[in-house]
């Protein structure tokens, strides 16, 4: 049986700065590997990004940190299924995506219980 965890080493991950992840994220694509998702962790003054690519089942990630209150670029110019997963990252941890094509402001959750992010300490206000 094969193992299809996500495994993020130092040997397939690149930490790359907020502002090359399109660049990055464009060079994997053109190698042939496609996006397979974007995890995220919050830190103390940052949110830990994480976007996970396959080819032939060699995984590649890469890793920015998004320092909180700024943007990021929307990978979703390259591989356009992202703009789900970012609207998710958006909501969850606060991250705003520059360019993202669908943006759900927020209500990609509609729970109206819902108030704040669930898993990180900034809150999201409901209008």
Do not use: W
């Not at 397939?12 to 998702?37: C, H, M, Y």
């Not at 990021?72 to 606060?94: R, T």
Request: some cysteine; overall charge negative.
């Amino acid at each position: 049986m094969i193992d299809s965890s996500i495994v993020v080493t130092e040997e397939n991950t690149a930490e790359v700065r907020p502002d090359e992840v399109i660049t990055q994220s464009r060079a994997l694509k053109d190698e042939g590997f496609r996006f397979i998702t974007m995890s995220s962790a919050e830190l103390e003054d940052s949110v830990c990004v994480l976007y996970h690519f396959d080819k032939d089942l060699e995984l590649r990630n890469l890793k920015v940190y998004v320092p909180k209150g700024s943007k990021i670029s929307s990978v979703a110019s390259v591989y356009s299924c992202a703009f789900l997963v970012e609207n998710e990252i958006k909501e969850h941890f606060g991250v705003e995506f520059d360019g993202i094509p669908l943006d759900f402001q927020g209500m990609l959750y509609s729970d109206e219980e819902v108030q704040k992010t669930p898993f990180c300490i900034i809150g999201i206000k409901r209008a």
